[in-house]
């Protein structure tokens, strides 16, 4: 997760993070990629169950039931050890979570528990009297999916009148008082929409954006050829610099954010070298905090079934159950390969990454995504567009 607007436009500073220590449990949400412990955001697919048919879904989602999620109880027991491990955010995911009839218990619990409970919704389910109840739960944020304007939104979720009911959702948040952002995931199909996206969010008065570079999992695995080329990628990281620049500079700042592609790191870091030399010094020392992918780290999942997996894209390898293990111990059980491997991936990159000069703050980027290209977990992340020179090879 590279944060443009904390890093390029310069809403956060080293000095932000040193203020609480640099512990998860005591910094504030914006704060938390900057941790130094690192104890993980755990996504909780909660269902596998969605009223939509997205292309691009990495649960494979389906709008029919399926058996085996964990109970009412047993999701409860495990925010019980998630609360005592010292997780800082648990975030409701899906498929589509609002399908499931205990969510508001089980978000409402983990509130109660300590914990920042967080939605990622496609919105499309949230009524006004829904999002009263998510307001009273306490919900710190709602993630709503909009994959560009109405008809290639509707057209990626495989159901028309997705976008108007998506925008529904948000003004309903808004109304209740819910902090609420959006979520896109860019590929060819959709990268045209960024600028009207950046539309969207002024006229609808939206505080955050999140762009996705596309992961290679689920339904997304289909999509490899619609990723963007290296080119593109620069590009699109361009314009939303250019975009999350000017929404500042006319004082209506935007909190914007790109995830699951650790080269945007170093890509904010050197243009802002040509342009602000004194900021990319401070911006380097963030990114360095910030570490990079850290997934089997600073972030995990647990399934619908209780399954636990390094991030939400790694669903072809499980580390263990809930229903059999505390997750606390399953995370921390590094007689696991892959376990020990990720907790420390720098060693085992090969290739480029090896060799790159800003491995520190990259840590090899997604292991998924060089999983499904060559079939090995090292390999260089093949959409890492950063040239040779850049990496000084």
């Not at 498929?95 to 528990?113: H, T």
């Not at 620069?234 to 004082?251: P, S």
């Not at 060799?355 to 093949?382: H, M, Q, Y």
Request: aromatic share 8%; hydrophobic share 35%; with cysteine.
């Amino acid at each position: 997760m590279i944060g443009i607007s904390k890093l390029y436009c310069g809403t956060v500073e080293p000095s932000d993070a040193l203020r609480y220590g640099r512990k998860s449990g005591k910094l504030p949400s914006h704060l938390l990629q900057f941790s130094k412990d690192k104890r993980p955001v755990v996504v909780w697919n909660v269902t596998r169950q969605c009223n939509l048919k997205c292309i691009h879904c990495y649960a494979k989602a389906k709008e029919s039931s399926f058996e085996n999620e964990l109970t009412t109880e047993e999701g409860k027991t495990l925010l019980d050890d998630l609360t005592q491990f010292g997780v800082p955010v648990v975030l409701f995911s899906g498929g589509e979570p609002l399908v499931r009839k205990d969510l508001p218990e089980l978000a409402s619990y983990a509130v109660q528990l300590g914990m920042r409970a967080v939605i990622s919704t496609n919105g499309t389910l949230i009524t006004a009297e829904k999002a009263l109840l998510l307001k009273e739960i306490g919900l710190s944020y709602v993630g709503i999916s909009l994959d560009g304007m109405e008809a290639v939104n509707d057209r990626f979720r495989g159901v028309k009148g997705a976008f108007k009911a998506a925008v529904e959702g948000i003004r309903n948040c808004q109304k209740a008082g819910i902090k609420v952002g959006l979520r896109f995931t860019i590929n060819k199909l959709n990268a045209a929409e960024v600028p009207a996206i950046f539309d969207l969010l002024e006229d609808l008065d939206v505080p955050r954006v999140c762009f996705y570079h596309l992961v290679y999992a689920g339904r997304g695995s289909r999509l490899v050829d619609e990723d963007l080329s290296h080119e593109q990628s620069r590009a699109v990281v361009d314009l939303i610099m250019d975009r999350t620049k000017d929404l500042h500079e006319r004082g209506k700042p935007k909190e914007v954010l790109t995830v699951d592609n650790h080269a945007d790191g170093p890509y904010v870091y050197l243009r802002l070298l040509k342009e602000d030399p004194k900021r990319a010094k401070e911006v380097l020392e963030l990114l360095k905090w910030n570490e990079g992918n850290n997934s089997g780290r600073g972030i995990g999942c647990v399934s619908w079934d209780g399954a636990v997996h390094a991030d939400q894209f790694w669903r072809h390898y499980s580390f263990g159950n809930v229903r059999e293990r505390p997750f606390s111990e399953i995370w921390t059980d590094t007689s696991n390969t892959l376990m020990k491997q990720l907790k420390e991936k720098k060693k085992y990159v090969k290739g480029r990454c090896a060799k790159c000069r800003w491995l520190d703050i990259c840590a090899g980027n997604f292991r998924v995504r060089a999983e499904a290209i060559s079939g090995d977990v090292w390999t260089p992340d093949p959409a890492c567009y950063l040239t040779d020179e850049e990496i000084r090879l």
